[in-house]
């Protein structure tokens, strides 16, 4: 037990929870006598909720009060741990109306070696890479636990649960489960037959949630997408979907210049259609100068409430026309507080690489 941090813990729960002196008195008590901090599921929520206010490298901080929090510390086994995962997905997915949600695991027992839920298939063939770049390890470790895809650009890969040092066990999410949405323009009808679409729900599951000196090693959580993470990365970024030339061809840019601007001019359209295409679908996302303007909401509140906003310019800026937010405009101290969400050591899957 860290008696530093869960000092540091209670007294931020108290303070913002407005709870008595003779509260504080008891629950310190309490805790000694049990060695260990045992956080209720209000402390729980309360800190998975702060660490994401003092996540700096997010935009869309205003929201971290609405998070909902399932507590799974009680689950054991592989299959319960699966099937709560699939619980978190049909939650948070909501039929497109993206709940930010965040289901814990018991500390010490459970590794989820996906870096994300949903999240497609990368693999290495004699003509290129199928899929997403990104994953061609996992892809591989997936594939030495027995697992087949089906060598599109978007198999979502299956599920991988640890216990304790075991071997990890493998499961395929239902289709049912998985909302996805495909990528067409407002105006150019040719962006259909690029044949694109991108996951509904980000939820990353590699990170730690930190709360009082607990490590959480499996909380994955997630709130809905800003349309630049998928159409000025995922499917932009030259070694992610590389798609910018094809958007080009469709386009009728000329790509053996620079000074055109064919690669600003794509970027625009295709972000436009991720834009119009989740908002089609009535699936939740949102776009990079309303975040920033709610990021500035949030900074407002924060002032209010006299506490420092931290941030990482150097990712809170978007990929896209950053100078046109006023994110761009402004220093931010990059100051680590917590509770919060870090990386953490990737598992040990090398054994599955060979
Ligand atoms: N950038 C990551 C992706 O494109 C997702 C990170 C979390 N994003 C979010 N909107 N909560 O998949």
Request: aromatic share 8%.
């Given at each position: 037990m860290?008696?530093?941090?869960?000092?540091?813990?209670?007294?931020l729960y108290k303070e913002e929870m407005d709870k008595s002196e003779d509260w504080y008195n008891e629950r310190?008590?309490?805790?000694?006598?049990?060695?260990?901090?045992?956080?209720?599921?209000?402390?729980?929520t309360f800190g998975a909720r702060v660490a994401w206010r003092n996540s700096n490298r997010c935009i869309g901080r205003l929201f971290w009060k609405s998070l909902h929090?399932?507590?799974?510390?009680?689950?054991?086994?592989?299959e319960e741990i699966y099937q709560a995962l699939l619980h978190h997905i049909k939650f948070a997915t909501n039929n497109?109306?993206?709940?930010?949600?965040i289901t814990v695991f018991k500390p010490g027992l459970v590794r989820i070696w996906n870096e994300q839920i949903l999240r497609y298939a990368g693999y290495e063939t004699e003509n290129g890479i199928i899929g997403d770049p990104n994953s061609i390890s996992f892809t591989k470790v997936c594939q030495a636990l027995g697992w087949k895809g089906e060598h599109t650009h978007f198999d979502v890969l299956p599920i991988?649960?640890?216990?304790?040092?075991?071997?990890?066990?493998?499961?395929?999410?239902?289709?049912e489960y998985i909302l996805e949405v495909p990528i067409q323009h407002p105006q150019y009808k040719e962006f259909r037959e690029l044949n694109l679409k991108w996951y509904a729900v980000p939820i990353i599951s590699n990170f730690k949630l930190s709360i009082g000196g607990i490590d959480f090693e499996a909380a994955p959580f997630n709130g809905w997408y800003m349309g630049t993470e998928i159409g000025a990365r995922n499917l932009a970024d030259i070694d992610r979907y590389n798609i910018l030339p094809r958007?080009?061809?469709?386009?009728?840019?000329?790509?053996?210049?620079?000074?055109?601007?064919?690669?600003?001019?794509?970027?625009?359209?295709?972000?436009?259609?991720v834009l119009h295409s989740f908002k089609e679908n009535g699936v939740s996302i949102v776009d990079h100068h309303t975040a920033a303007q709610q990021f500035k909401i949030f900074e407002q509140q924060e002032k209010e409430r006299n506490r420092k906003v931290t941030?990482?310019?150097?990712?809170?800026?978007?990929?896209?026309?950053?100078?046109?937010?006023?994110?761009?405009?402004?220093?931010?101290?990059?100051?680590?507080?917590?509770?919060?969400?870090?990386?953490?050591?990737k598992p040990n899957y090398d054994l599955y690489l060979t």
């Open positions: 860290n008696v530093k941090e869960v000092n540091e813990f209670l007294l310190l008590k309490e805790i000694h006598e049990e060695g260990k901090l045992e956080l209720t599921y209000d402390e729980l929090v399932f507590d799974e510390r009680h689950l054991e086994t592989e497109g109306k993206i709940k930010p949600t991988v649960i640890q216990i304790n040092n075991q071997s990890p066990a493998v499961f395929e999410i239902p289709k958007v080009a061809e469709l386009m009728g840019l000329d790509t053996s210049t620079n000074a055109n601007l064919w690669k600003d001019k794509t970027l625009v359209e295709l972000n436009l259609a941030g990482d310019w150097t990712w809170l800026i978007p990929p896209m026309s950053p100078a046109t937010t006023h994110v761009f405009h402004q220093p931010m101290a990059n100051i680590i507080k917590k509770p919060n969400y870090f990386r953490q050591k």
